[in-house]
């Protein structure tokens, strides 16, 4: 195990930020967590990284034992954190930044100018580089934001709500980078609010809610544990009143329902994998099927499932 | 070594960052430039500059007693009445010749001659804040006898609008006569030189605390403090980094002063330099130690702003006109201008030019203390 938190517990005062939370990550897993704000993502960031201690608990990174606030150089040197604000220096230019932090984590020389046009490459900054963050874009400084982080090459990778407030196209290269990282054998920790974004990258995802794990699996292993069932959205051309009748006729189908007063559009939920979808084409192909989408129990459903509450509505 | 790295590291990118905000450079060497030169301009027949930088207790004077004994008496009791002798230490003279020996050797800031029974001549060698008064006191005591006076002083015109602004004093027989003493009169723009230089330095501080304040204490300190550096290598090369950075932006405006304002700063530079980097330090520390008292990050910039206003209007920075109170002697802007008027104005180093030089450092030493014991605990608040 790359990194273990055992039944790790966070308290401030009265309020307990993490309730004995125990995880593991291995090399090169890709590690989603999960949950609405006050979960505990960031004191969990917090603990690993030396910023807070923990109040009880067993902590290894690295196969060291990780105690209080201290961690090792060795350690610290591993890691490459991404806070969820800009953690630049707003006045330095992009390229100054990067070798800051590119020297503090001791990469000096030919090495270190090798390695920050580098970064500025993958992070599409190379034209920017010697201008400063402050006249930036917010989805450039977040790329900024991950370059310092990951200019010494760090084994785990953690970023912390890395795409918040950007526009689409920033969000796909950060989310495309972080594909490439993992898939170069970075071991990344990525904490968001965004599904779609932990269901891309992610290989695993633990659930966070009030300080305790309340799920942790693959993106499909958590999905089944959904109550949700498969759902299919269906439009005829020549619709009938009988339709719905008939589609619950078949076994395994929980509801079918027109979704307007055209009675052409028709959204029939399924006992999850019952494979009912071919069957329900045979029943509406004599009505002429223009359009049929499906959609599988998904993070959010998951997500809403375990703990009765939408991600982003405490956000 | 690599602790030695780290400490280079962080005060070079520190350095670069002070430099890098060019609002920020405006402010510290534009600004003062500018701001010398138009005060000096604006009040420059108006202000009485408070340029006391000789010893502690007395001034002294010299009184030349060519008439005999019996004189000195008279002289001695009008000079050591109404409480003088707190301020002031008399030496009597036979003659005028080794009454000029002393005031050439700077034992002597006065010289008062005896002409005869009702008539007594003044030499105020240069127009300073004590000078000023020591004239007034002696002319007072005298113009209570109707007896003449007679002054003779350097080329100021500040002292002669002192003087002649009290009309009692007018209303007896004076004779003035100007006595040129070449450049060494104070000039409003010498005045304005050094208390200006000494204000903005004091507000460099602002570096350390915007340095302290994004470094340490925001996201980019949580990205700081997670890196292989040791806070005490973090910490002294911001601190460094922000000293020099301020340093260097005072000497450029101490060097324009000098060469394009044409300012003679005396002959000890190196003293003026470290007085500069004296006030760079404290300001550094103060700054700091503001920001580790006070909660709220803009909270603590008002109230570093307000500090720093208020020690140099109560130190006389912008009229020369010094509160009365006993510590306003120790407030850093008094203790900087003592050296830096002392250097401008003495041949010699005097003692308290050291001891305030040293009390300066002093203070510095001292708040960089507490802000670290107290820096400390606010960094690692709520953990």
Known sequence: ?????????????????????????????????????????????????????????EITLFGERASGRTRSNASKQRIGLVPQDFALYETLSARDNLE????????HGGELKKRVDETLNILGLSDVATKAPKKFSGGMKRRLNIGCAIIHKPE???????????DPQSRNHILAFVEKTAAEGTTVIYTSHYMEEVERVCSR????????TIADGTVDEIAKKSIFEDEFTVTVNEPSPAIPENIQKIAGIIRCSPIDNSNRTFTIISKRDSGNLAR??????PHTIVAVTTKKPNLEDAFLSLTGKALRDDG | MKAIKDFLTVFIKSHKFCWSDRFSVAVFVIFPIVIIFVLSQALGGAFEGNMDFGEDFTIPITVVCEAGEGETSTLGEFLLGDGLTDFFSTTFVDNIEEAEELMKSEESNLIVTIENENELSLFVPEYSWSNTRLALSVVEQFNQTNQAIQITMGNSDDLLSDLASIEQIMASELTIREYDRGEDAVSALNFFAVTMIIMFMLFSGEYGLQLFKQSLFNETGSRMLTTPVS????????????TIASFLQGMVVFLFTKFVYGIDWGNEIWLVVLTLFGIVMFAQAFAIFIFVIVKKANAANVVLQGCLFVMTFVSGGFNGQAFD????????????STVMFGTMFNDEITNRMFSDLGLLFAYSFVLFIIAAVLGRRKLYAGS
């Not at chain 1, 785990?156 to 950007?166: H, R, S």
């Not at chain 1, 633990?206 to 300080?211: L, N, P, T, V, Y």
């Not at chain 2, 002697?329 to 008094?334: I, L």
């Open chain 2, 231 to 242: 806070k005490t290598g973090l910490i002294g090369g911001l601190l460094l980094g922000a």
């Open chain 2, 325 to 336: 109170f006993a510590f306003v002697r120790y407030v850093p802007n008094s203790l900087a």
């Open chain 1, 100 to 107: 800051y932090f590119g020297q503090l984590y001791g990469v």
């Open chain 1, 1 to 57: 195990m790359l990194v273990t938190m055992n039944q790790v517990v966070k308290r401030y005062g009265t309020f307990t930020a993490l309730d004995n939370l125990t995880f593991g990550l291995t090399k090169g897993e890709t590690l989603g967590l999960l949950g609405p704000n006050g979960a505990g993502k960031s004191t969990t960031i917090k603990i690993l990284t030396g910023l807070t201690s923990a109040t009880s608990g």
């Open chain 1, 156 to 166: 785990l990778l953690i970023l912390d709500e890395p795409t918040v407030g950007i």
């Open chain 1, 205 to 212: 995802v633990c659930i966070m809610d009030a300080g305790k």
């Open chain 1, 280 to 285: 329900i084409l045979e029943v509406l192909a």
